[in-house]
Structures are given as structure tokens and as C-alpha cells.
């Protein structure tokens, strides 16, 4: 494929990289969001990389989009009116949940409520048992009340959701045929098949969850069909899953619940990509966006899957990568609560109107107008092909709305919002790594987004980590990372059994089947003969246990034997303690198949001419502990590897500014990454 586009949609920005591999470059820049139509961002986009390329678009083979669309519809409570057709008796499972509850010591705490409400729904008389037989057929009969209630309440989507169809989904595809015929334009979604292990409550929710979500994502992407063909662009559209591979648009009309993590997912394909060169193969990502912070472990150059996910309370059971996310971004809003404190976030100022500085009529100070007055931003920014911030907007801001109150000036109240923002993404680490068991101090910190890089430094002393990474193009490292992903199809099948009474002949033949249903689903159009790449895994407990972890099985022949051991030690890693007389069980298999796509790989730098020919940095007051320091202001395209800098100095580039803080030293490694070490830690030596 000689061309290819990745379009990843932010909060703020909506970021654009285009690879043409025939002349071995990428272009790469940023276009406003459009958050009443991402879509038309999507397409400014795509035009700007054409017009980049000044040749029509010619060989435009691919566009790969990072959709942030059913994230939003779900938080924004957002989605299609829905209905649930389940098994009698189990109409309340959405609102009773799981057992646990969600804060253990909080009296007042309330369960999210359900995407589906209780009067949209109904139980119908069937039942299938837990081992696939029938105890009580269905009758279609019984159906015909509930579709003229489904029609008088102009329910755009039915979720059809019955016990134990995991095991054997006859009812259910009988149920969804029948509605179809009968509700002509209503989109129907059968649980088993975007869930086929066990777990009534996470297959009901992710079912629930898909019906809302589904019309809308289908309208999206038809818009975005049609404004695409009016740009000619007859490119196929695939879209990033929340597991770190992507799927063709059709796929994604159909089980639009795997793209709930689409955007960041492809941060953390590029950090593995970095991994996977770097001397520490263990990084923990800081990608900081203009909303949201999302922050993943990356462990020995593998990305971690999460187990037990939710979307805003709601469980959803769908291959996801780890990540945690907070509200914690450039246009995070800086105010002071009822006691006086300073507080920053989780609401965002987004791209509309922004923050204060960008003159589009924003009133609230944000993070961007912090780092504005501290002068770790230049007021000519080169985002998004230009722009001219307003200081005097963002210091006067700062200052009637958090200095004045709290007495101070509005610098200082500019570096209190930083370290406020700051604390919350520190704890977002500490969570998915101390809380986790993992020392963050023998990971490498890779910042990257359009406010990582100005905040990676100061996030990486403050947990003892001796290494940041900014990656070459940290502004769009996301959207690199689509380029680097393959289409990739799952499939999940529970297996509850002793691990002893298990025959291995069985485990390779229920994996074998599993192949082979995911490779049918993996179409792009292309008539060459794909290359197939198949992972697989198996979730296992200790009997008795009511959590499971997920082990990777090698190829070749299975031995239980060594995958006994391998969950042993996952369970003493993740636990502190292992029970090799326990029996094990195996809970559901798990197979991933990719079609390899020829993704973007990682490029090493030109070679630069040493410091003594590098241009002359330009200087500018900044602000770092309360002390201004006239500070070297260097341009990104002047560095090359084996340059090197000390702290405190700022770099420029057009997607994002890096800062090396007082007493930090900085280097360019061989790919063009700037290494930032000292300052609270240790420096961890070379670049492979």
C-alpha cells in the first residue's frame, strides 16, 4: 500500500499523518474538531494530506480512523432509544449489576443506570440451559405483543439478550430473524454475538450497550461515506478497535462496542512500536490530549489486556487494551471550590470555544492558558497551521477567576494548576501501576499527545521513573499508531473446566475452529492472498476463584503442563502469591487473527552535524518553581541524534512543545526521540 491516512479525532484537535512509502515520508499536522460532526474534521483532514501530497491523492490505498464517537455517545448519555428482549425472571440483570459495589464505604453510592430502562425491558418465555440444552422452547407467537409495543415506542434498536446463549444462541437468532422481518429499519443485535463467554450481566450490558450506540454510529459513518465520495476519495475506511487492531467500517456499523477505546488504542500500538526499539522495553504511556489523560503499561514490549472493564460504570466484555483514563487535558478548566481550593478539571473547555487564549470565546482558564503565562507556550503557536494566542485573554483570565480569589498572582496561580493537573494524571499512573503491583520505577515514561510532552517531565520525577521519552512526532502519536496496526478479527469461547480434565486435542481443535471463524470475518477487498498472524490465549483461575487471568499459549503443540506454570507465575506477578497445589480452571479461549497490513515502522533520523552547526535557539522568560529563567527555545527540526541539551530549555515543533525542566539534561536518540533524564532520577544509558 503506497499511501495511507490515519485520522485520529480529539477532543480539541482531530490529528492527521499520511504515509506515502514510495518516497518514505510522513506529513503530519492538526485540524480543528468538529464535535457536531467529527466527520467533517475527518474530512478537512484528508483533503489538507492530499493537497499536501499535490497530486490528486494518487495511490491513496487506505484511511484509518480513530473515532472517538462511541466513547462520547455513551458518555453523553447520547445513544438511540433501545429495548431489551431477555429470559423471564432476568429483565432487572442490568440494574442489579455485579455483587460488589462500586465504593465499598460510601453510603449515598448509586450503581450507574442502564442504557436501556426498565420499562423499555421485556422478558420473554424461553430458557436454555447452562449446557446448551433446551428446557423451554420459543415461541415466536409470544413475540408479536412486544413488537407492536417495540413500534409504538419507536424504538430504533432491540438488544436480544437470553441466558446461557453463549453456549448455544438457537433462541436468539430465531428472536432476531423474527424481528427483523417484523421491524422493518430497527437495528437488532444478538448478545452471542459480540460475547461468547460467560457472564450474564457483562454479555446483557455489552449487548445493551451496542443497541444504543449502533444507529448512531451507523448514521456516522454514512455521512461520512458520502462526504468522502464527494471528495472522490475512494479509499476503503477501516477503523482502530479498543484492542489495538482495526476493522472495516461494515464491521464497525455491526459490533460498533469495540471501538469504545479507538482513539487511544492507537497511542499505545505506537508505544509498543517503541518498545520494541528502545533499550527498556517497559514503558508506561502518558498520552495528554486536549480533555482527557490516558495512561497504559507496556511490560517487557507487550501491551496488557484489561479484565472487568467499564465505560462510565457499565460493564463491557470486548477485547480491550489496559488503559485508564481521567479527565485531565489542555482544555481542562482551573477553578476554586466551595473551601477554597484550586481544582482543575474534570470538565473541559474542548475545541469550542476552547481555552481563553485562543480568542474563540472562551471565558474559563485552562491548562493551555496556564502554561501560556508561564511562558512554557509561545504565543505564536504552531498548531493546527497557525495560531495566534492571546496572553494578555489567558493572564487576565487566570487571574479574575483563580489569582484574585486566592491571593496570589497569576503566575503562581498558573504553576498551582499545573501542579493540580499534574497530581490527578500522577494518580492515574500510580493506579494502573503501584496499585498493580509494578514498580514505576524501573518503567521509562513515554509523553506524548498535544500536552504530554510539556508535562512528561515533570510527571516522570514526581514518580521516581529516570527516563522520558518524546517521541519524534509526540503531537500525533496516536495517529501514527493507526498506520501501524493490523485488521484483526477475535473471537472468545467459554471453557469451564479443570485444567486436568481437559484433553489437549480439544484445546487445539476449539482453537483451530476459532481461526477459522475469525479469518472469514477478515475482508478488506484486496485479492492478494492475506498473511495471517494468530495469537492465543487462555483465561484461567484457581477453583473457586471468581476472577480470572488471561495466558498467552505458545504455538505449536499445547502441553497443560506449561500453561499450569505459566498462570502460577502471571498469578504470583499479579497477586504476590501462587497455590501450585490448587487445581487450575480454565474459564473462555481466546483467539486474535490479524491480516498483516504493512504497517508504518519506526525510521531512524537523518544524522545531524554536531551541536556546534545547530542554530542558535531563540530565548524567552519561563516559569519553573516559582523562578523565571531566561530559557534556550529551540526549533525540533534544528535537533538531531546526538544532540543534546540542558535544562531548562523548550523545544518547538508543529504538533507539540517539549519541556526540559531546570537541571534535567536532554539527548536526541537515533530515531529522532528526545530522551529527557535527571531532575528526580536516574539516567538509563542508550537507545537499544
Not at 455483587?99 to 442504557?115: I, K, N, V
Not at 448512531?216 to 476519495?233: I, N, P, T, W
Not at 479509499?235 to 469504545?260: W, Y
Not at 522495553?281 to 490516558?294: K, V
Request: charged fraction near 25%.
Amino acid at each position: 500500500m503506497s499511501r495511507r491516512i490515519g485520522i485520529d479525532t480529539g477532543g480539541t484537535f482531530t490529528d492527521i499523518v499520511a504515509l506515502d512509502e514510495q518516497r518514505d515520508g510522513l506529513v503530519f499536522f492538526k485540524v480543528h474538531s468538529t464535535p457536531d460532526d467529527p466527520g467533517r474534521a475527518l474530512v478537512q483532514g484528508v483533503r489538507g494530506a492530499v493537497e499536501r501530497w499535490g497530486d490528486g491523492g494518487a495511490g491513496l490505498r487506505l484511511l484509518v480512523h480513530g473515532t472517538t464517537v462511541a466513547t462520547n455517545t455513551v458518555l453523553q448519555r447520547a445513544g438511540a432509544k433501545a429495548a431489551l428482549l431477555t429470559t423471564a425472571g432476568f429483565r432487572d440483570v442490568l440494574h442489579i449489576q455485579r455483587q460488589s459495589r462500586p465504593r465499598l464505604y460510601d453510603m449515598r453510592g448509586r450503581r450507574a443506570e442502564p442504557l436501556v430502562p426498565r420499562a423499555r425491558r421485556f422478558e420473554v418465555e424461553e430458557r436454555i440451559l447452562h449446557d446448551g440444552s433446551v428446557d423451554t422452547p420459543l415461541s415466536t407467537s409470544s413475540l408479536e405483543p412486544l413488537a407492536e409495543a417495540l413500534r409504538r415506542d419507536g424504538v430504533e434498536a432491540v438488544a436480544v439478550a437470553f441466558l446461557h446463549s453463549h453456549v448455544n444462541p438457537k433462541h436468539e437468532i430465531e428472536a432476531g430473524q423474527w424481528l427483523e422481518a417484523e421491524l422493518p429499519g430497527v437495528t437488532v443485535c444478538l448478545s452471542h454475538e459480540l460475547v461468547r463467554s460467560q457472564g450474564e450481566y457483562e454479555r446483557f450490558s455489552t449487548c445493551a450497550m451496542n443497541a444504543y450506540v449502533q444507529p448512531v454510529m451507523q448514521r456516522y459513518l454514512g455521512r461520512l461515506d458520502r462526504a468522502l465520495k464527494d471528495e472522490s476519495v475512494e479509499a476503503p475506511l477501516v477503523v482502530m478497535k479498543s484492542n489495538g487492531g482495526v476493522m472495516t467500517a461494515g464491521q464497525v456499523a455491526r459490533h460498533c462496542v469495540q471501538t469504545i477505546l479507538s482513539g487511544p488504542a492507537g497511542g499505545v500500538v505506537a508505544a509498543a512500536a517503541i518498545a520494541a526499539h528502545h533499550h527498556n522495553r517497559n514503558l508506561i504511556t502518558a498520552d495528554m490530549g486536549g480533555t482527557s489523560f490516558d495512561v497504559a503499561v507496556i511490560e517487557d514490549g507487550a501491551v496488557g489486556f484489561a479484565r472487568d472493564a467499564e465505560v462510565s460504570g457499565l460493564a463491557l466484555n470486548v477485547p480491550m487494551l489496559d488503559l485508564h483514563t481521567v479527565g485531565a487535558g489542555g482544555g481542562s478548566i482551573g477553578w476554586v471550590d466551595a473551601g477554597g481550593s484550586l481544582r482543575v478539571g474534570p470538565h473541559s473547555a474542548g475545541s469550542n470555544p476552547g481555552p481563553a487564549c485562543y480568542g474563540l470565546g472562551g471565558t474559563k482558564p485552562t491548562v493551555t492558558d496556564a502554561n501560556l503565562v508561564l511562558g512554557r507556550v509561545a504565543a505564536q503557536s504552531r498548531l493546527a497551521g497557525g495560531m495566534q494566542l492571546d496572553i494578555e485573554a489567558a493572564r487576565r483570565c487566570i487571574h479574575d477567576t483563580l489569582a484574585a480569589p486566592l491571593d496570589m498572582t497569576a503566575e503562581r496561580a498558573a504553576e498551582g494548576m499545573v501542579r493540580v493537573v499534574n497530581t490527578t494524571m500522577v494518580a492515574a499512573i500510580r493506579r494502573i501501576t503501584v496499585e498493580r503491583g509494578h514498580d514505576p520505577r524501573v518503567f521509562s515514561l513515554c509523553a506524548f499527545g498535544g500536552a504530554g510532552p510539556l508535562h512528561g517531565a515533570e510527571l516522570a520525577a514526581e514518580m521516581g521513573m529516570g527516563e522520558t521519552i518524546i517521541p519524534a512526532a509526540p503531537g500525533v502519536t496516536s495517529a501514527l499508531g493507526l498506520l501501524m496496526s493490523n485488521l484483526s478479527e477475535d473471537r472468545v469461547r467459554s471453557l469451564v473446566r479443570l485444567l486436568d480434565d481437559v484433553d489437549p486435542s480439544q484445546l487445539t481443535a476449539m482453537f483451530e475452529q476459532m481461526s477459522a471463524e475469525a479469518r472469514r470475518d477478515l475482508v478488506l477487498g484486496d485479492a492478494s492472498e492475506p498473511t495471517y498472524t494468530t495469537v492465543r490465549r487462555i483465561a484461567m483461575r484457581y477453583h473457586g476463584q471468581g476472577h480470572d487471568l488471561a495466558i498467552d499459549v505458545a504455538p505449536g503443540a499445547i502441553e497443560t503442563g506449561v500453561i499450569a506454570e505459566s498462570f502460577h507465575a502471571a498469578h504470583e506477578r499479579m497477586y504476590g502469591y501462587r497455590r501450585p497445589e490448587e487445581p487450575v480452571e480454565s474459564v473462555s479461549l481466546w483467539v486474535s487473527e490479524q491480516i498483516d497490513l504493512q504497517p508504518a515502522r519506526m525510521t531512524e533520523a537523518r544524522p545531524g552535524t554536531g551541536d556546534d552547526d545547530r542554530a542558535a535557539p531563540r530565548r524567552r522568560t519561563a516559569w519553573f518553581g516559582g523562578e523565571r529563567h531566561d530559557t534556550p527555545v529551540f526549533d525540533r527540526a534544528d535537533l538531531a541524534p546526538e544532540d543534546r541539551l540542558d535544562g531548562p530549555a523548550i523545544v518547538e515543533q508543529d504538533d507539540a512543545t517539549t519541556v526540559v525542566l531546570p537541571g534535567q539534561a536532554a539527548r536526541v536518540d537515533r530515531y529522532g526521540q528526545i530522551i529527557l533524564s535527571g531532575a528526580g532520577g536516574r539516567d538509563l544509558g542508550g537507545d537499544a
